[in-house]
């Protein structure tokens, strides 16, 4: 593997794939007009810009009109939010789960200085909710029930089908954060049930800067950027017209990648998994084995810092993570796996794997072979030595 790249990240973004780049190119060289403008340069843009939002619609099997384009999935993700306390001024209060990616737990926390009420509903020690305790937390003056589909540091499924009835059942919308499910599970909102979800382009071989937001028809939604007024007056600003298209043509492809996601990358992570808990004194899982993502693996590793692991595993041209990208560069241990009841000896010396349609048996091979030294390496505080 040398003078390659490793890459077990995937979680935290992905190559853009060359069929999204080709798809782009021609919006970033050819036609570079404006949609919104009136003459027949810009007003060409319009068509390929439906078109691709029939392509990531289908993604979800939801109708062309309910997705809205915008800058990234915490954009989606704080719209809904903020928009769920505006429509209702009656009603402050917000359930969302301890686990959540930062782009729903810090809005939530801006919302709590706005004179908001917030519910964070604990989980287990495999990260699990009570869906009963879900319930009782839903009040009279509940705004919205957001809780992820699936968890971006452990790979973690919610039922969010059950979560979305239960709301109904009491008449409150639910909105969920499907950034990292897109394109590695099959996703279907009518199935689903839910009123508002969340995507990222750039977890899917996308470019960074486009994300989307379902709304189900029907449902109340203020917007949060307001402008020219774009995306059917409900999100404002200029289309990011490469992006769309981009974000289009990676959901075409997602759709047709999800059995090399559910067979040969699954396969390729449970190898990876169970090689380094058999062979490595002291590693343990942070989760369960199911329901979970197929990419998806996070590994405690025994008195060890993952800052100075990652740091080797960067010497030796592997890339992983300890967490949300989002997160680099604290010091705090990991929300998620602290909520989870883990001390935070434990949340420190986690690392994430995330593998993607690219990875190969070679780049498994390559990890398990050099892991065991590079941890032999690390001492107690995560130093080498």
């Given amino acids: 593997m040398s003078g390659q790249i490793c890459y077990f990240d995937n979680n935290a973004t992905t190559r853009v794939a060359p069929a999204v780049v080709e798809a782009m190119l021609p919006f970033l060289t050819e036609q570079w007009g404006n949609p919104s403008s009136l003459y027949g340069f810009g007003q060409d843009l319009n068509r390929p810009l439906e078109q691709a939002r029939a392509k990531v619609a289908a993604l979800i099997n939801a109708e062309l009109t309910e997705i809205i384009f915008t800058s990234c999935g915490t954009e989606s993700i704080n719209s809904v939010l903020r928009s769920a306390v505006a429509i ?4 402050r209060h917000i359930v969302a789960t301890a686990v959540e990616h930062s782009a729903t737990l810090k809005c939530c926390r801006f919302l709590e200085t706005q004179g908001c009420s917030i519910t964070y509903l604990p989980v287990n020690a495999d990260g699990a909710l009570d869906l009963a305790l879900l319930e009782h937390s839903i009040r009279q003056d509940t705004a919205l029930v957001s809780v992820m589909s699936a968890n971006n540091e452990t790979g973690l499924l919610f039922p969010v089908a059950e979560i979305a ?38 977890k899917l071989h996308a ?3 486009i994300g989307a937001l379902y709304v189900k028809s029907g449902t109340k939604y203020q917007p949060y950027l307001m402008g020219g007024g774009q995306e059917t007056g409900r999100r404002g600003g200029t289309e990011n017209v490469a992006g769309i298209v981009g974000f289009g043509r990676a ?46 693996t996070n590994i405690a590793f025994d008195a ?15 890339c992983a993570s300890s967490g949300s990208a989002c997160a680099a560069g604290s010091l705090d241990p ?13 949340a420190r010396g986690s690392i994430r794997f995330s593998l993607g349609i690219d990875s190969t048996e070679a780049e498994v091979d390559y990890v398990l072979k050099v892991l065991p030294g590079l941890l032999r390496k690390c001492n107690g505080s995560g130093q080498t030595t």
């Fill in 304 to 318: 060890i810092e993952a800052e100075g692991l990652l740091l080797l595993l960067d010497e030796a041209g592997i």
């Fill in 334 to 346: 990991s929300h998620v796996l602290t909520a989870m009841g883990f001390g935070a000896a434990r």
């Fill in 88 to 91: 209702r001024p009656g009603r």
């Fill in 165 to 202: 009835a239960l709301c109904h059942e009491k008449g409150i919308p639910c909105h969920t954060d499907a950034v990292q499910m897109a394109g590695k599970l099959r996703l279907n909102v009518r199935a689903l049930g839910v009123d508002f979800l969340s995507l990222s382009a750039h």
């Fill in 251 to 296: 959901a075409e492809l997602a759709l047709g990648n999800l059995e090399i996601q559910n067979t040969r990358v699954r396969a390729l992570r449970d190898k990876l998994e169970r090689q380094i808990l058999s062979q490595i004194p002291g590693a343990v899982r942070n989760g369960p084995s199911e329901p979970r993502l197929p990419n998806s």
């Fill in 207 to 209: 470019p960074k800067g």
